[in-house]
Structures are given as structure tokens and as C-alpha cells.
């Protein structure tokens, strides 16, 4: 991320005729929000003088304690690209204070920071690549979006069977043009499937380049006369979409996991770093697979990660080392779907990796065959733990969980299971589709 000073945003805008700039923010459950102001009001929203009402804010604060203010990162500035020439709008991502000037402990965007200041004080920096997968679906009538698709294409195929293809190339152009650096684009496994994987950052920028992407994926497929979703498994009987997570630590300029001269090339820190990783999954999971629908993903037989081991290039556990080493060397978490709140997964993970590094927490040796092959009693014979079989279990161990508790702060902690628990509640209390046409003839 390039590093801009308030001056820096008043020059840019002044230069690219901006008229109006989004302040952006996410609430805990992840949705971006935003306060539009004219450019005449940007110097003292960059000075921290605009308030918003945070009680209207899912997750936020009480309506007697709704004042809050908006603190842009001046190092978030980025042009929309679909408003050059007719109006031009700008984008700062923000962090929430309260109205003393401290920061807001339930800002998901702060409890990332507080995590990446204790690896920080432990001498390290968090490196993230994320690989978002999403649907692009027709809509209805052009406006009600639907779960069809004319595509019928597989992994890596090309138009005219990837339907999606001429899309996908203008969400690429358009990140482009927002600072992005696009590594990969392509088609997924199921059809209406896509995949556009950018390039890794630091945490921090990781997570403001997650939220920032789904906003532009959704606002280039509506141009598009299309439906894009996020959600994990919108379709029955096909791949549902993840977020593969790929993640290391540096000191300065070496990356702390390589050893060339270590088993498996990875140092004792990222060994321990793996350890805390699956130390932590059963917890950390209602965090980065925090929707009741992420568990009809998160069950075997279409390439989720269900079982908690780890391996180098088997895709079947729950971590995976890739290949690459140097300062290429990475640990990817491969459970995490993209409806999560990439600041709050991101937090959890690193938190798990930092608490794995402290106390020592060694992994047990790689799994390298087929979990999805192997019998209940061959998983239970290699220690091999299960993700939570849906929201309610993994809530529970959330709840179990204090190293998980501590990443997010209290505020963020009780909110988000207050919230969770309201969702599986109305859940399993529904008279789904599938019970009617189950039962409604038989019994």
C-alpha cells in the first residue's frame, strides 16, 4: 500500500476532480458501509471530525451511546473508476473512534490492527493472499437475482462455454485501475463459478483489498446485467466457494517459515504456526465460515477442507504448504469462504499462529494421503479432528475458545454471538423446502 499523507489525498483529489468521497467501513457481520460526503467536507473528515450514528450500525453500540467518529486511512485513497468523468468519487476505508478519541474496540478494522501490533512487538509481520471465489448468476425479470446461469463451464474453460468470461475480464480491469495487482482470473470447478486471486499484501491492506474486491465484483456484474455472490454454497449437488488463505511471517525482509536446512524447508516458526492453526480451527471457524449456509460448503466430497491436519500439496487437510519456498514459503488455511469479515478472519488466524508460537504448539507429522478416503476409524487412529458440522457447534466452541475471545475483544465477541445465535435460532425453527417435500406426503 502506498503510504499518502492527509496533504497527499488533498492534492489527489484536487488534481483528479474528485466531487464526492465514500468512507468506508465494515459492521462485524462484514458489510461494507459507507457516508458519502462532498469534496468541500474531506479535509475535515481526514482531520477526524465527522460522526456518524453508530447504534444504527449492526453490532455497534446502543442508541444512548450512538456518537462515533470516522477516521479515514489516507493510504486507502482510490478513485472509482466507473465514476471518471461524471462526478468523479473517491474511496477511504476508516477506522471507528468513540467520542474521547480512543479507538472503538467493536471497529473490526481496529481489532485487526491490535493483532497485527502484538506480532509486531514479537518482531514479525503477517503476509496474506486470499483466493475469493464467487457465482455469477442471471437475475430476473433484470432485477431479482436467481441462482441460474446459462454457463455450464468447468475449471479453466474459455468462452463461449464460460459465459462469464467477458465479465470476469472487466472486474480484472477494474481492480486494476484501483491499485490492484491481479496474479490469476479463471473459471472455477462448478458452473457460474469464478476465481480472481491478487497478489499478497500485508494484513492489514489484505483485508481492506477483501472488502474493497467484493464491492467491486458486485458493482461490475450488476453493469453486466448479472448477480454476483458471495455466498458459500448457493447451489445444491455442486463445489460451493471458498477463500483459501495464504499467509506467512517476515522479519524485515526474510520470511521467518523458510529453513533451507530444516525438515520440509519450514522453520520452527512455521511449524508452530501450523500448530496453532489447527489448535484453534474448531474455534475460529464461526469467524471465517460465519453464515449457517458456510456448513453445506464445509462437508466432504466437494474439495472442502472438513478435516483438521495439514501437508505439503495434499489439498484434503484443513492447511496446506505449497511448494514454493524462499520468500515464497506459506502456510494457505483452506477453510475460510468469502461472506466472512476478512478483518476479524484475518485477526483469528493470526492470533492462532501467534499463540502457536509462543507456547511451542507442534503439529503432529503431515497427512499425505486422501483424508476424504480414509474411514472414521483410520481418521480417529491419526488424531484427526472434524471442523464443526454447522453454526450452532461452532458458536460453541467460540465460546470455549480465549485466545479466539481475546482477537476480537469483548465488545466484538459477545456482539457477533449474540448475533449468530439469533441467525441458527431462526434457522432451525423454519420449515425448509426440503421437509415439506420430505414429508408432507408420508407422514
Same mark, same amino acid.
Given at each position: 500500500? &502506498?503510504?499518502?499523507?492527509?496533504e497527499?489525498v488533498?492534492?489527489?483529489?484536487?488534481?483528479?476532480?474528485?466531487?464526492?468521497?465514500?468512507?468506508q467501513?465494515?459492521?462485524i457481520?462484514g458489510?461494507?458501509?459507507?457516508?458519502?460526503?462532498?469534496?468541500?467536507?474531506?479535509?475535515?473528515?481526514?482531520?477526524?471530525?465527522?460522526?456518524?450514528?453508530g447504534?444504527?450500525?449492526?453490532g455497534?453500540v446502543?442508541?444512548?451511546?450512538?456518537d462515533?467518529?470516522l477516521?479515514?486511512?489516507?493510504s486507502t485513497?482510490?478513485?472509482?473508476?466507473?465514476?471518471?468523468?461524471?462526478?468523479?468519487?473517491?474511496?477511504?476505508?476508516?477506522?471507528?473512534?468513540?467520542?474521547?478519541?480512543?479507538?472503538?474496540?467493536?471497529?473490526?478494522?481496529g481489532?485487526l490492527k491490535r493483532?497485527?501490533?502484538?506480532?509486531?512487538a514479537?518482531?514479525?509481520?503477517?503476509m496474506?493472499?486470499?483466493e475469493?471465489?464467487?457465482?455469477?448468476f442471471?437475475?430476473?425479470?433484470?432485477?431479482?437475482?436467481?441462482?441460474?446461469?446459462?454457463?455450464?463451464?468447468?475449471?479453466?474453460?474459455?468462452?463461449?462455454?464460460?459465459?462469464?468470461?467477458?465479465c470476469r475480464?472487466?472486474?480484472?480491469l477494474?481492480?486494476?485501475?484501483?491499485?490492484f &495487482?491481479?496474479?490469476?482470473?479463471?473459471?472455477?470447478?462448478?458452473?457460474?463459478?469464478?476465481?480472481?486471486?491478487?497478489?499478497?499484501?500485508?494484513?492489514?491492506?489484505t483485508?481492506?483489498?477483501?472488502?474493497?474486491?467484493?464491492f467491486?465484483?458486485?458493482?461490475?456484474?450488476l453493469?453486466?446485467?448479472?448477480?454476483?455472490t458471495?455466498?458459500?454454497?448457493?447451489?445444491?449437488g455442486?463445489?460451493?466457494?471458498?477463500?483459501?488463505?495464504?499467509?506467512?511471517?517476515?522479519?524485515?525482509?526474510?520470511?521467518?517459515f523458510?529453513?533451507?536446512?530444516?525438515?520440509?524447508?519450514?522453520s520452527?516458526?512455521a511449524?508452530?504456526?501450523?500448530?496453532g492453526?489447527?489448535?484453534?480451527?474448531?474455534?475460529f471457524?464461526?469467524?471465517?465460515?460465519?453464515?449457517?449456509?458456510s456448513?453445506?460448503?464445509?462437508?466432504?466430497?466437494?474439495?472442502?477442507?472438513?478435516?483438521?491436519?495439514?501437508?505439503?500439496?495434499?489439498?484434503?487437510?484443513?492447511?496446506?504448504?505449497?511448494?514454493?519456498r524462499?520468500?515464497?514459503? !506459506?502456510?494457505?488455511?483452506?477453510?475460510?469462504?468469502?461472506?466472512?469479515?476478512?478483518?476479524?478472519?484475518?485477526?483469528?488466524?493470526?492470533?492462532?499462529?501467534?499463540?502457536g508460537?509462543k507456547?511451542?504448539?507442534?503439529?503432529?507429522?503431515?497427512?499425505?494421503?486422501?483424508?476424504?478416503?480414509?474411514t472414521?476409524?483410520? !481418521?480417529a487412529?491419526?488424531?484427526?479432528?472434524s471442523?464443526?458440522?454447522?453454526?450452532?457447534?461452532?458458536v460453541?466452541?467460540?465460546? !470455549?475458545?480465549?485466545?479466539?475471545?481475546?482477537?476480537?475483544?469483548?465488545h466484538?465477541?459477545?456482539?457477533?454471538? &449474540?448475533?449468530k445465535?439469533i441467525?441458527?435460532?431462526?434457522?432451525?425453527?423454519?420449515?425448509h423446502?426440503?421437509e415439506?417435500d420430505?414429508?408432507?406426503?408420508?407422514?
Amino acid at each position: 500500500m &502506498e503510504k499518502l499523507t492527509k496533504e497527499d489525498v488533498l492534492r489527489k483529489a484536487r488534481e483528479l476532480d474528485v466531487k464526492f468521497i465514500h468512507l468506508q467501513f465494515t459492521d462485524i457481520l462484514g458489510i461494507i458501509k459507507n457516508v458519502a460526503i462532498p469534496v468541500e467536507q474531506l479535509e475535515d473528515a481526514l482531520d477526524g471530525k465527522l460522526m456518524f450514528d453508530g447504534s444504527s450500525i449492526e453490532g455497534f453500540v446502543r442508541i444512548e451511546e450512538s456518537d462515533m467518529y470516522l477516521r479515514p486511512d489516507p493510504s486507502t485513497f482510490t478513485i472509482f473508476p466507473w465514476s471518471i468523468g461524471n462526478g468523479t468519487i473517491a474511496r477511504l476505508m476508516c477506522d471507528i473512534y468513540n467520542p474521547d478519541g480512543t479507538p472503538f474496540e467493536g471497529c473490526p478494522r481496529g481489532a485487526l490492527k491490535r493483532v497485527l501490533e502484538e506480532a509486531r512487538a514479537m518482531g514479525f509481520t503477517m503476509m496474506a493472499g486470499p483466493e475469493p471465489e464467487f457465482f455469477l448468476f442471471d437475475k430476473k425479470n433484470g432485477s431479482k437475482p436467481t441462482t441460474e446461469s446459462g454457463d455450464q463451464a468447468g475449471y479453466f474453460d474459455l468462452a463461449p462455454v464460460d459465459m462469464g468470461e467477458d465479465c470476469r475480464k472487466d472486474m480484472v480491469l477494474t481492480l486494476q485501475q484501483m491499485g490492484f &495487482e491481479i496474479e490469476a482470473s479463471h473459471h472455477e470447478v462448478a458452473p457460474a463459478q469464478h476465481e480472481i486471486d491478487f497478489r499478497y499484501a500485508d494484513g492489514l491492506s489484505t483485508a481492506d483489498n477483501i472488502a474493497t474486491f467484493r464491492f467491486v465484483v458486485r458493482t461490475v456484474a450488476l453493469k453486466h446485467g448479472l448477480h454476483a455472490t458471495f455466498m458459500p454454497k448457493p447451489v445444491f449437488g455442486i463445489n460451493g466457494s471458498g477463500m483459501h488463505t495464504h499467509q506467512s511471517l517476515f522479519r524485515g525482509e526474510e520470511n521467518a517459515f523458510y529453513d533451507p536446512n530444516a525438515k520440509y524447508q519450514l522453520s520452527e516458526t512455521a511449524l508452530y504456526y501450523i500448530g496453532g492453526l489447527m489448535k484453534h480451527a474448531r474455534a475460529f471457524t464461526a469467524i471465517t465460515n460465519p453464515l449457517v449456509n458456510s456448513y453445506k460448503r464445509l462437508v466432504p466430497g466437494y474439495e472442502a477442507p472438513v478435516y483438521i491436519a495439514w501437508s505439503e500439496r495434499n489439498r484434503s487437510p484443513l492447511v496446506r504448504v505449497p511448494a514454493a519456498r524462499g520468500k515464497q514459503t !506459506r502456510v494457505e488455511l483452506r477453510n475460510p469462504d468469502p461472506s466472512c469479515n476478512p478483518y476479524l478472519a484475518l485477526a483469528v488466524m493470526l492470533k492462532s499462529g501467534l499463540d502457536g508460537i509462543k507456547n511451542k504448539i507442534m503439529p503432529p507429522e503431515p497427512v499425505n494421503k486422501n483424508i476424504y478416503a480414509l474411514t472414521p476409524e483410520e !481418521r480417529a487412529e491419526l488424531g484427526i479432528e472434524s471442523l464443526p458440522g454447522s453454526l450452532a457447534e461452532a458458536v460453541e466452541e467460540l465460546k !470455549r475458545d480465549e485466545v479466539i475471545q481475546e482477537a476480537l475483544g469483548s465488545h466484538i465477541f459477545k456482539r457477533f454471538v &449474540e448475533a449468530k445465535q439469533i441467525e441458527w435460532d431462526i434457522y432451525r425453527t423454519q420449515i425448509h423446502s426440503w421437509e415439506i417435500d420430505q414429508y408432507l406426503m408420508v407422514f
